[in-house]
């Protein structure tokens, strides 16, 4: 009996071909990671699906011989034969491949490799991810995990949203090329990993995790003179997917906005993010980190910084949220995640998310006709200095609370 058309068990589309992705036991995905992948050459499903079990047969071969105890050639466990492993072993027990001679100052090839090396070709180790480590740690390659975290130290991120993007592109990479350095991708392996992982997702995202894996292979290669050309430049041009259209922050109407109001109003950290949000036009981590201040005699939310170096700004604290206090000690994160679930609860229609609120706070501006230059200080679009926008004697909090004032909202 054929498989049902539906049935894409321990298949994953690339591209236009289809592919085996079998799981990997918990036990193995240290050394294994958390699938194993093989082309099936067809971009026919029903042919798939029949040479699937092919590659599964082959697949639970390899995780029985895995799993066995004992050593194997070469006096290392299964475990130390994986890339990782090996990395780990040498960067722990052997350090860096070139040192300084402590007798004339000069740098020269570390002992202790040279020794491991000798050890291993006189017992006949031939685990390719075990020589490919040692060859990776000679060259002073370090696995896409390093080149993470020296990236993010030598370029601090604002928030942690957006740190946490990087870690999640690298966990994707990781996903199909293990904890290995990125010198020597290839295009066609740049845009095979893309097609892979972009199945299902946002254009946007899509677009964000090729701009990550580019700035960290730009990273890694910092150092050389004449690095040869990125392989993920302007990646998503060349991936043969189409994704998901990106969801636009869709602006709520009257009713949804008196809706998503009464589904918050219980709650004691959304509900004054919400207000401060539609009175703003703050997105949800600005609702937290706002400091209120007086400025020329008028209360104000002042933003030091932000998402982008024109976020830093000042906006009067409008009638409404006189005695309005956001939450301390609370995860931006953590109240998206609450509000988007409250959302779903009451069937708000999708796209309809927290970013609206700053949609509401803008098309009330609008509708009050003010004008496009100060709208566009208000909400963080106008490229000001931080002297401006905390002190300036141009135009003052209390022109800016005037058209605040003017934001009307059922809620």
Same mark, same amino acid.
């Given at each position: 009996?054929?498989?049902?058309?539906?049935?894409?068990?321990? $298949?994953?589309?690339?591209?236009?071909?289809?592919?085996?992705?079998?799981?990997?036991?918990?036990?193995?995905?240290?050394?294994?990671?958390?699938? $194993?992948?093989? @082309?099936?050459?067809?971009?026919?499903?029903?042919?798939?699906?029949?040479?699937?079990?092919?590659?599964?047969?082959?697949?639970?071969?390899?995780?029985?011989?895995?799993?066995?105890?004992?050593?194997? +050639?070469?006096?290392?466990?299964?475990?130390?034969?994986?890339?990782?492993?090996?990395?780990?072993?040498?960067? =722990?027990?052997?350090?860096?491949?070139?040192?300084?001679?402590?007798?004339?100052?000069?740098?020269?090839? &570390?002992?202790?490799?040279?020794?491991?090396?000798?050890?291993?070709?006189?017992?006949?180790?031939?685990?390719? *991810?075990?020589?490919?480590?040692?060859?990776?740690?000679?060259?002073?390659?370090?696995? %896409? @995990?390093?080149?993470?975290?020296?990236?993010? =130290?030598?370029?601090?991120?604002?928030?942690?949203?957006?740190?946490? &993007?990087?870690?999640?592109?690298?966990?994707?990479?990781?996903?199909?090329?293990?904890?290995?350095?990125?010198?020597?991708?290839?295009?066609?392996?740049?845009?095979?990993?893309?097609?892979?992982?972009?199945?299902?997702?946002?254009?946007?995202?899509?677009?964000?995790?090729?701009?990550?894996?580019?700035? /960290?292979?730009?990273?890694?290669?910092?150092?050389? *003179?004449?690095?040869?050309?990125?392989?993920?430049?302007?990646?998503?041009?060349?991936?043969?997917?189409?994704?998901? =259209?990106?969801?636009?922050?869709?602006?709520?109407?009257?009713?949804? /906005?008196?809706?998503?109001?009464?589904?918050?109003?219980?709650?004691?950290? $959304?509900?004054?993010?919400?207000?401060?949000?539609?009175?703003?036009?703050?997105?949800?981590?600005?609702?937290?980190?706002?400091?209120?201040?007086?400025? &020329?005699? %008028?209360?104000?939310?002042?933003?030091?910084?932000?998402?982008?170096? &024109?976020?830093?700004?000042?906006?009067?604290?409008?009638?409404?949220?006189?005695?309005?206090?956001?939450?301390?000690?609370?995860?931006?994160?953590?109240?998206?995640?609450?509000?988007?679930?409250?959302?779903?609860?009451?069937?708000?229609?999708?796209?309809?998310?927290?970013?609206?609120?700053?949609?509401?706070?803008?098309?009330?501006?609008?509708? +009050?006709?003010?004008?496009?230059?100060?709208?566009?200080? $208000?909400?963080?679009?106008?490229?000001?200095?931080?002297?401006?926008?905390?002190?300036?004697?141009?135009?003052?909090?209390?022109?800016?609370?005037?058209?605040?004032?003017?934001?009307?909202?059922?809620?």
């Amino acid at each position: 009996m054929a498989a049902p058309k539906s049935d894409t068990r321990y $298949l994953q589309r690339i591209g236009s071909r289809w592919h085996a992705r079998i799981p990997v036991p918990s036990k193995l995905r240290p050394q294994m990671g958390p699938y $194993l992948r093989k @082309s099936l050459d067809t971009s026919d499903l029903r042919e798939a699906q029949e040479r699937r079990w092919d590659f599964l047969t082959v697949a639970k071969g390899r995780f029985a011989k895995a799993l066995k105890k004992g050593k194997p +050639a070469g006096g290392l466990s299964e475990a130390e034969l994986s890339y990782a492993a090996f990395r780990a072993k040498l960067r =722990e027990e052997v350090g860096p491949a070139i040192v300084v001679n402590a007798f004339d100052g000069e740098e020269m090839r &570390n002992p202790d490799l040279d020794a491991l090396v000798e050890r291993m070709e006189e017992r006949g180790v031939e685990s390719r *991810e075990v020589w490919r480590a040692v060859g990776d740690h000679v060259k002073g390659l370090d696995p %896409v @995990s390093e080149t993470l975290k020296s990236y993010l =130290e030598g370029n601090p991120k604002r928030n942690a949203t957006t740190a946490k &993007n990087y870690e999640t592109t690298v966990k994707l990479w990781q996903g199909v090329h293990g904890d290995t350095p990125i010198h020597g991708v290839t295009r066609k392996q740049a845009i095979e990993w893309l097609e892979g992982v972009a199945e299902g997702k946002a254009k946007d995202t899509v677009k964000r995790y090729g701009t990550v894996m580019s700035h /960290l292979w730009s990273w890694a290669h910092r150092k050389e *003179e004449d690095p040869p050309r990125n392989p993920f430049d302007d990646l998503q041009k060349a991936v043969s997917t189409k994704g998901r =259209e990106g969801v636009s922050h869709g602006h709520y109407s009257e009713d949804e /906005l008196k809706r998503a109001y009464a589904a918050v109003a219980d709650d004691d950290e $959304l509900r004054p993010v919400f207000l401060i949000s539609i009175y703003t036009g703050f997105r949800l981590d600005e609702c937290l980190r706002a400091e209120r201040q007086t400025l &020329n005699g %008028v209360d104000c939310f002042v933003l030091k910084s932000g998402k982008t170096d &024109n976020a830093a700004r000042v906006v009067p604290v409008h009638t409404r949220l006189k005695d309005v206090v956001a939450p301390q000690g609370v995860k931006s994160s953590a109240l998206s995640v609450r509000y988007g679930r409250l959302m779903r609860d009451i069937q708000m229609p999708k796209g309809k998310t927290f970013h609206s609120l700053r949609k509401a706070f803008t098309t009330a501006l609008e509708r +009050a006709k003010c004008p496009e230059a100060i709208a566009a200080r $208000l909400v963080g679009h106008a490229p000001l200095g931080i002297t401006y926008k905390i002190y300036s004697e141009g135009l003052k909090a209390t022109e800016l609370r005037r058209w605040v004032e003017k934001v009307k909202h059922p809620v």
